[in-house]
């Protein structure tokens, strides 16, 4: 009888933590919320340090992506582009550190045809991105192919920047790119499409005293089956450091999650997420 009462007494316990399971719930849901956040920033700084040389660092602070690809390392990659004439330019991404590989190659289409560099206003590139991480854990491939988001949208074709005065002023406009994690079994742990509906506004290519100062990104989450617009504000940045260090985001969701979100910088990469009043702090994890 005893052992019967012990029971029941378990069976009652675990009946009564309702709240155990809300909050685990909400978790899932801003990490979720996190993953589109690391997609969409990490794509559009690397859209501009491709042209003005920055170093990358393939992954400097621990987060799932981290845990998943890289545990415990840090890997700096030097960034070189090679010209290939007429405006085509070409960074390949070979970086071997341990067990963690990095490669592929970016492409950048000038339309003035110069050396790989934007001269005065109306001077655009258009970059194509095919390339893939590997670590211990799993691979995270980064792509412009065309592709379809859980929605039944084609997303793809890469970013186009352009230079709108001369003062350098930009616009990035995000037609199509994505992210792909897989674990080392084969299992997909999440598929991440993305664009712009509004060009973000940036001031310059060089990282040191780069600002995104508006612009809106549309992302699909295509595993969980919801989409997030993030408005960007005031998104700053320094020479050390290739995530945002200051600035904030506002996101509405649709789908299967619904709400709104917001996310405010507080230094190099570190971040706190907010989504429908659960609040959870992270770290941008891969340069790209």
Known sequence: ????????????????QPKE???SASTTATDQYADTIEAGITGASGAADDASNETVVAQSQQSFWGRVLVPEAMAAC???LTNNGGGNCTRNVNCDFGAYLWSGNVQL??????ACSLSGAGDFYTRSVDFARTGPRGTLQTTSNNRTAWDGSVIGGGMQISQIDGLGNLEVDVLGQHKILTRTGGRTVFDVSFSTSAPLEMNQLARNGRVI?????????NRARFTAEHTLQNLSFTSGCCYPTSGTITSTF???LEGSGSVTFNSCGNYTATLNGVSKT????NCE
């Open 282 to 285: 992270y770290s941008l994890a």
């Open 109 to 114: 289409s000038f339309n003035n045809g110069a």
């Open 21 to 23: 399971e809300a909050v």
């Open 78 to 80: 030097a960034r070189t």
């Open 213 to 221: 100062s508006g612009g809106t990104m549309v992302i699909h989450h």
């Open 1 to 16: 009888m005893r052992h019967i009462a012990f029971s029941i007494a378990l069976l009652t316990l675990a009946a009564c």
């Open 254 to 256: 649709s789908g299967n």
